[in-house]
């Protein structure tokens, strides 16, 4: 992770309260999960009057591993702009947090090129058309046409203190979360169902020793994140799996196991 | 309005039900009231490695009028951006309707620039913390200045087949609707307390004679923006208020006299 600007909070300054060993999502798995769980960005082209001129417009899209694709009118700005030019980016960005500086956003760079090979716009057509069903009216036009965005380079940002380029190859690579679609509900679930014995397994799993409540503030497939209410106020801290999670039920076991192995540990 | 592409419905195609000449806000005023409603955007720049590559990145903004105003980190890859090349442009985008390209959305194109001179930096932080107070951690970090983007040009999308690049002196004289921040919340109470009376409105003043419901859609300055069920299915239809209204008062006054004079004209 490359130095970044930014306001870490005291969480981020003082050692974890957690194993440091714990593993996380990378870069290249948070920037592929963010772009997979949206479907709207921000594309930015080189305009053609004034030539040259940077310009951000609207863009619905889909992936094809962790290149996009798109259905782009030959009379829209951007589609114009990339006939003459094929340098792209694309910002896409989360709107979890109200604070918008704490949310997730990723930048893919490249160039986008309209796709006319049969096998190519087939591929692209099923793709755009699974995450975007209404597209299917306009993708027969005779001025519309898919388009790819080759992605030669990635910046992440995770929020406050949390960024970097990351390696293509590596962002490639990279496979979405597989718990992305389901993470917010989970996170629901676990603090209603398991309110009283979270906070077992931060006293026991963590330096937070004097713990009095714990909050789960996110579910991936390494592990889950708590807000722990500890004697010096709210810290964050991270517990891992014990075993592979996929989906809802195993996070479901896991957390189960978590509570029973924590209360063995506490005696 | 220039040529757009897109789908149009029905609605569209066919001659409107309501009185044509019923004035509606001008793109101008929709980019204003779009800007004025919403304070995060993408940024497009040129980058310097690969210099001039187009790159979008996330910014938050607030409003000099009908420019915008940002606060900036000198380690921010726009940032750097910028001081080697002034030209930008910034996509603000609603996100209102689960249909992304129904949504409105306004591109700013012009040149951003640090603020020096100490009158502008004070006027800019005025503004800018006035919508992110929040900020005010940073604003005074020697790393993070104001930046201003002097428009140049704007293009305004308020959904399908509704596009045009907005006159630049029109852009900036124009107003933000001043119902703007109540307009969703007067929707749900016109729709609640005037369920069976709006029909009458429509009945009375449009050539929907066989209306037999209404929904409001939508309020601003000039007038509200009903669905009304005829024969034929629903189609939009647009009525004027009678008197100025600036305010949820005001609204709520003109409906009730609309519907008092439908009532007569119905007898």
Redesign the interface.
């Known amino acids: 992770m490359s130095?970044?600007?930014?306001?870490p909070g005291r969480g981020d300054r003082e050692p974890p309260l957690h194993d440091v060993s714990t593993p996380t999502p990378s870069h290249a798995e948070r920037a592929r999960t963010l772009l997979a769980s949206i479907?709207?960005?921000?594309?930015?082209?080189?305009?053609t009057d004034p030539a040259?001129?940077?310009?951000?417009?609207?863009v619905?899209y889909a992936l094809d591993g962790g290149h996009p694709v798109f259905l782009m009118?030959?009379?829209?700005?951007h589609t114009r702009h990339l006939r003459a030019d094929p340098?792209?980016?694309?910002?896409v960005?989360e709107?979890r947090s109200p604070?918008?500086?704490a949310?997730g956003?990723v930048?893919l760079?490249g160039e986008a090129r309209c796709l006319v090979d049969a096998d190519q716009r087939a591929g692209a057509r099923e793709r755009f058309l699974a995450v975007h069903p209404?597209a299917a009216?306009?993708a027969g036009f005779g001025?519309f046409g898919f388009w790819r965005l080759e992605v030669s380079s990635v910046?992440y940002?995770g929020g406050y203190g949390r960024m970097s380029w990351v390696e293509r190859d590596a962002f490639l690579a990279a496979e979405p979360d597989p718990l992305a679609g389901e993470a917010e509900s989970l996170v629901v679930r676990l603090n209603h169902e398991h309110a009283d014995a979270l906070v077992l397994c931060c006293r026991a799993f963590t330096r937070a020793k004097d713990a009095s409540g714990a909050v789960v503030t996110g579910v991936d497939r390494y592990g889950f994140e708590l807000s722990v209410t500890t004697g010096a106020g709210a810290r964050p801290v991270r517990l891992t799996w014990s075993g592979a999670v996929r989906t809802a039920d195993d996070v479901g076991r896991e957390v189960t196991e978590q509570i029973a192995r924590a209360r063995r540990v506490l005696g």
Chains 1, 2 share one sequence.
């Open positions: 130095a970044g600007h930014g306001a479907r709207t960005g921000a594309l930015a082209t080189l305009a040259g001129h940077p310009y951000a417009s609207f619905t009118s030959e009379l829209a700005e340098r792209a980016s694309m910002l960005a709107s604070d918008p500086l949310n956003r930048t760079v209404g009216f306009y001025d910046r940002i």
